[in-house]
């Protein structure tokens, strides 16, 4: 071969491999929606399709990104700018906020995307190749804006506007795609709470007036860090936690900071919490720190399908509790669906704070139900719940699960259903296996990352349980985010 055509085929071999490179900032159109809410820019060049994953874009924008991976098929890339708007959009009704990125695309589009976004998942991944037969529903929210129960704000000294970022003094969100600026939250955002948003400014204004100064992430310095606020839909109570430094402590007024909270929310305050932590990191524990409490108790308490829940600064609850409603409920059918036989026991693993393992409590008759959960605290609060409830007999335990099941073989064999709910990693393959030769007849298993539920498919496929039917529940709507329900027989 010529030394001529040998350069050539060089040169079209590093054109294709570096078609974009990272760090380069570069005009798109997105023309579809993959899953996690990533957008797809396909670009048509001599050597073929190119793709770009861009999250939290909307299919008809046109957006300047940075590269951040260049590979010889695709890149992926950072948001910096919407261009021109697409025209699935409609008019904002909130103040953007970088967690809610398609709150100006209609619902029924989000639905469809995630739908189609997830069953393909299930297909690829799980090897699922009659997804749509096992399809059983989708479950929307019930409410579709301010829905969340918990939100947490930062202050900070360096404030993001627009592209810019300046020194000064900000409250609300850290910009997309970096951690040291904020964007100072004008008003709702149409997830959270609507008068806590739109007091928001005027308690940034309250503390730059008096001279106090925000967190600087980089200098680790400055007073006012985070406020956390925790909300009870069914007391319509607020649970509030401001999180300060002790650099200036000796000029804040502790009696002057609750009457302004008092004046705005009055008896919406289940409890306003001052907690002083001069952890240097930049997301200090929320729950870590001496903390005085001002006014109320250090808990506010929620109602969900008939039981009760204590809810302090540290707890665990599920984020959209209205939708949570329907998914407990919706996987209760499924584990109930058949009668429970007379194997003994139904283990409820991952429990967190134990509204399902309550709730299989509620409904078991025969079978005995166990709760097994890593977090202790999550162990704490749910074994103070399920006494409140009137389960005194209900048994946790605090182990890691894949520890739990090596350590108790007697469970092998007599279990009719287990339910498990892991974080968004999945279950780790180990624990899988274990939880595999605990031979139930049944699973019900909840995820909310159904990526990481299509891997644990296949293995589950292949140790002989097979998909029997699933539903997918939207917890948090204008995100990328679903959940699913899934039922899996052995057979």
Known sequence: MSSGRKLGNFARSMAQRHFYHRHQIVDLTINDLAFEGKGIAKIDNEQGRYIVFVPNTIPGQKVKVRITKAKRQYAEANLIAVLDKSPLEQEPQFHAIPGAPYINLPLDKQYGYKEKNTLELFRRIGKIENVEELYDEYLPSPRSFHYRNKME??????VAEGNHLVDGFALGFKKRGQWLAVESLKGDSGIFDRQVENFLPQLESYFKERGFSAWHGRLHSGFCRMLGVKKSYSQDKLLINFMSSSSELDRFDAAEFTQLFQNEFGGRIGGLVHTINDDIGDRPNAHEGERNILIGEDHIEESISGLNFKISIESFFQTNPASSERLYKKALDYVFEKEIDDLPYILDLFSGTGTITQLLAQRASKAKVIGVELVEQAVADAKINAKANGFEDLQFHASDVGYFLLNHPEYQGKINTLTLDP????????????????????????????????????????????????????????????????VFERV
Request: aromatic residues 8%; positive net charge.
């Open 153 to 158: 704000y930062s202050f900070a000294a360096v």
């Open 423 to 486: 974080p968004r990693a999945g279950i780790a393959p180990k624990t899988l296996r274990k939880v595999i030769r605990l031979q139930a007849e049944r699973m019900v298993y909840i995820s909310c990352n159904p990526a990481t539920q299509a891997r644990d498919m296949a293995i589950l496929a292949e140790a002989g349980y097979a998909l029997k039917k699933f539903s997918l529940v939207d917890q948090f709507p204008h995100t990328a985010h679903i959940e699913s329900i899934a």
